[in-house]
Nanobody
Framework: QVQLVESGGGSVQAGGSLRLSCAAS?????MGWFRQAPGKEREGVGV????????YYADSVKGRFTISQDNAKNTVYLQMNSLRPEDTAMYYC?????????????????????WGQGTQVTVSS
């Protein structure tokens, strides 16, 4: 089991930026950020297939969010720009170790084994 440590959430006004970080304790084939707002289902926001650096995003965040990785630190980041009130949610980092190919299907949470504790992002209008 891989341990994931998240950081970087907080409160910001609409139009602002935040960067989330997720450090993994061991090898992961892919990592991603998911979010869940009260009363809504969890959704994939941005994911990265680490061997190739392939990235995939939810349509709602394309052009605003960027996922990246630092292999030396075994850490994945989610840079969130132009934040909107509808981005308010608990954000979770997730990881998998057995994925062998990239694809948009990686935005589905069923493919992830390990989850972080979550970090709250609140965007005010």
């Amino acid at each position: 089991q891989v341990q994931l440590v998240e950081s970087g959430g907080g409160s910001v006004q609409a139009g602002g930026s935040l960067r989330l970080s997720c450090a993994a304790s061991g090898y992961t084939s892919n990592m991603g950020w998911f979010r869940q707002a009260p009363g809504k289902e969890r959704e994939g926001v941005g994911v990265i297939y680490r061997p190739g650096g392939n990235t995939y995003y939810a349509d709602s965040v394309k052009g605003r969010f960027t996922i990246s990785q630092d292999n030396a630190k075994n850490t994945v980041y989610l840079q969130m720009n132009s934040l909107r009130p509808e981005d308010t949610a608990m954000y979770y980092c997730a990881a998998a170790t057995l994925i062998i190919s990239p694809g948009t299907w990686l935005l589905k949470d069923e493919y992830y084994n390990d989850w972080g504790q979550g970090t709250q992002v609140t965007v005010s209008s």
